[in-house]
């Protein structure tokens, strides 16, 4: 059977894929989406995406991968926009795409638009939970009630779903009353090697690693807390807002009091990896999240977390670092770890072989093109049964 062409919706992607710099949008859907696509290309599958115009041109080659444009942001009349450029767009980019499967990442009103092209051309859909709220039939994290609407519709409409972790299973079952395959995140062997023990008496303070956006569900100002509690400690910050806010604003003013916090901003891969190869620890301080793909980036290299989210309890069952509830608790967990070697080691080795374990690139892509092949067939079956039922009627009526 030839394998079906998948197309990725990934309108903040393009960036990330072609390998800018400092790209405009970084975050968990987007590395996601980028790991699978073009893990699945090099494995020669017909892959493309559907991104933001950015002021390329249509159908551009990054990589493996064919990039189709939608929308630019900026585009459009205020309260018309929706519809026209940004959703004609949409269904515009996916027609010329014109692949078998089409796969969308993240609650939002593009789930449900995708959802309906989908299902008015006989094409597959699959749906991916990017976060524990996705699975939450209230969509806190959507605004307007027509985003709400639409994406309710659209995973329930989904040929496939696709959750990260046991308990978001779970909730689509209770909310939704959907069943979905639990395909954990991944991500690429670090190519900066793994970590090596640093300890504050080797004359390098310890440095603690945060990275993503600078907004009120991150909960970066917990970074500040812990700073003011562990003055030994460099806390490396990683990230932006993706647009500026009062909130972005007021946390990188306090930050500036701090001399032992070192904001980077959004930069390149390389800046990550650097900074990654310096930390002692990763800190994830939201208030919710699905799978983080900083944890596997983390583990992958043995670094320990310690956190404020524990997805499936996966950090306290397995001792991949340690969870905290707040500020006293996680500066008593960075100051376990860092003063106690044997502690930090074995943390480190459990991080680095669960990785191996669950999240390696190549687990995550054979259980996507399992994943689609059986789609694939289903729609084949489909399409034979009601092509069957037709000739029937065609020679009664003759």
């Given at each position: 059977?030839?394998?079906?062409?998948?197309?990725?919706?990934?309108?903040?992607?393009?960036?990330?894929?072609?390998?800018?710099?400092?790209?405009?949008?970084?975050?968990?859907?987007?590395?996601?989406?980028?790991?699978?696509?073009?893990?699945?290309?090099?494995?020669?599958?017909?892959?493309?995406?559907?991104?933001?115009?950015?002021?390329?041109?249509?159908?551009?080659?990054?990589?493996?991968?064919?990039?189709?444009?939608?929308?630019?942001?900026?585009?459009?009349?205020?309260?018309?926009?929706?519809?026209?450029?940004?959703?004609?767009?949409?269904?515009?980019?996916?027609?010329?795409?014109?692949?078998?499967?089409?796969?969308?990442?993240?609650?939002?009103?593009?789930?449900?638009?995708?959802?309906?092209?989908?299902?008015?051309?006989n094409r597959r859909f699959v749906f991916a939970a990017a976060s524990?709220?996705?699975?939450?039939?209230?969509?806190?994290?959507?605004?307007?009630?027509?985003?709400?609407?639409?994406?309710?519709?659209?995973?329930?409409?989904?040929?496939?779903?696709?959750?990260?972790?046991?308990?978001?299973?779970?909730?689509?079952?209770?909310?939704?009353?959907?069943?979905?395959?639990?395909?954990?995140?991944?991500?690429?062997?670090?190519?900066?090697?793994?970590?090596?023990?640093?300890?504050?008496?080797?004359?390098?303070?310890?440095?603690?690693?945060?990275?993503?956006?600078?907004?009120?569900?991150?909960?970066?100002?917990?970074?500040?807390?812990?700073?003011?509690?562990?003055?030994?400690?460099?806390?490396?910050?990683?990230?932006?807002?993706?647009?500026?806010?009062?909130?972005?604003?007021?946390?990188?003013?306090?930050?500036?009091?701090?001399?032992?916090?070192?904001?980077?901003?959004?930069?390149?891969?390389?800046?990550?990896?650097?900074?990654?190869?310096e930390a002692a620890l990763l800190m994830n301080t939201s208030s919710?999240?699905?799978?983080?793909?900083?944890?596997?980036?983390?583990?992958?290299?043995?670094?320990?977390?310690?956190?404020?989210?524990?997805?499936?309890?996966?950090?306290?069952?397995?001792?991949?670092?340690?969870?905290?509830?707040?500020?006293?608790?996680?500066?008593?967990?960075?100051?376990?770890?860092?003063?106690?070697?044997?502690?930090?080691?074995?943390?480190?080795?459990?991080?680095?072989?669960?990785?191996?374990?669950?999240?390696?690139?190549?687990?995550?892509?054979?259980?996507?093109?399992?994943?689609?092949?059986?789609?694939?067939?289903?729609?084949?079956?489909?399409?034979?049964?009601?092509?069957?039922?037709?000739?029937?009627?065609?020679?009664?009526?003759?």
């Amino acid at each position: 059977m030839a394998l079906p062409k998948v197309c990725f919706i990934g309108l903040k992607c393009l960036d990330l894929l072609a390998g800018v710099e400092r790209p405009r949008y970084l975050g968990g859907v987007e590395k996601q989406l980028v790991f699978l696509a073009s893990g699945l290309a090099r494995r020669g599958w017909h892959i493309c995406m559907v991104s933001y115009d950015q002021g390329q041109g249509d159908a551009v080659e990054c990589g493996d991968v064919r990039v189709y444009r939608a929308y630019s942001r900026e585009e459009g009349l205020y309260g018309l926009r929706f519809f026209h450029p940004r959703w004609s767009g949409l269904w515009e980019a996916m027609g010329r795409a014109n692949a078998d499967i089409y796969y969308q990442m993240g609650a939002g009103c593009e789930t449900g638009q995708t959802a309906l092209w989908c299902g008015s051309r006989n094409r597959r859909f699959v749906f991916a939970a990017a976060s524990d709220p996705d699975c939450l039939s209230g969509l806190p994290r959507l605004r307007l009630r027509r985003e709400r609407f639409l994406c309710r519709f659209g995973i329930r409409a989904a040929d496939a779903i696709v959750s990260q972790t046991g308990y978001q299973k779970g909730l689509l079952v209770r909310e939704y009353g959907v069943d979905s395959d639990v395909i954990g995140g991944a991500c690429p062997e670090p190519r900066g090697g793994l970590t090596s023990w640093r300890r504050t008496g080797s004359g390098h303070a310890p440095h603690v690693l945060w990275i993503g956006r600078i907004c009120e569900v991150k909960r970066p100002e917990l970074v500040l807390d812990l700073a003011g509690r562990l003055p030994e400690c460099i806390f490396d910050v990683i990230g932006d807002s993706n647009e500026q806010t009062a909130f972005a604003r007021e946390f990188r003013r306090r930050a500036g009091a701090f001399a032992n916090v070192v904001l980077h901003g959004k930069v390149s891969e390389e800046h990550v990896d650097r900074a990654y190869s310096e930390a002692a620890l990763l800190m994830n301080t939201s208030s919710v999240e699905g799978f983080p793909v900083t944890f596997l980036e983390a583990w992958s290299r043995g670094i320990p977390a310690v956190s404020m989210v524990d997805p499936d309890g996966v950090i306290a069952r397995h001792g991949l670092g340690a969870v905290g509830s707040d500020g006293a608790s996680l500066a008593a967990s960075v100051t376990r770890l860092l003063d106690n070697r044997a502690a930090w080691q074995a943390c480190s080795a459990n991080a680095r072989s669960y990785y191996l374990a669950n999240h390696t690139l190549d687990r995550a892509l054979d259980a996507h093109e399992s994943l689609f092949v059986s789609l694939a067939r289903r729609a084949r079956r489909h399409s034979a049964l009601a092509r069957a039922t037709r000739q029937p009627r065609q020679q009664a009526s003759s």
